[in-house]
């Protein structure tokens, strides 16, 4: 008992007093994963209301910035979905549903959605 006593009790003062790793200027080490916050005006262009005139369920779908995050929400559905953006430009993703956006351009400016889940695809076009 005695034994075990005094090795926690070293192993305790030896984690008490380890040093910190420093770097070359005597700092700590910064982490290596940073979270950066999405900036509201990298997504403008997505922005706005998507019909969907051949979907029965989802008639219109609103796109917009919430709490510094890209979201989508199905007017018929009070649930917002995070559209999070893949290394391809105008393609995002909805991880909740493992559903694909990829957002339709014309002359430069965005004009429609295509939204591919479980093998089914529906498009709609962006109001003005």
Not at 57 to 71: A, D, E, G, P, T
């Amino acid at each position: 008992m005695k034994k075990i006593f005094l090795l926690s009790i070293v192993f305790i003062g030896f984690q008490t007093f380890a040093k910190q790793p420093k770097t070359g200027k005597n700092t700590p080490i910064k982490p290596i994963i940073e979270c950066k916050q999405a900036d509201s005006t990298a997504y403008t262009d997505y922005y706005g209301k998507y019909n969907m005139p051949a979907n029965p369920y989802i008639k219109s779908i609103q796109v917009f910035f919430h709490n510094n995050r890209l979201v989508g929400k199905a007017n018929e559905f009070p649930q917002m979905v995070e559209l999070n953006q893949n290394q391809i430009g105008d393609e995002f993703e909805i991880e909740q549903f493992g559903a694909k956006v990829i957002f339709i351009r014309k002359s430069g400016l965005v004009s429609g959605a295509k939204i591919t889940f479980q093998g089914q695809t529906i498009e709609g076009t962006k109001e003005d």
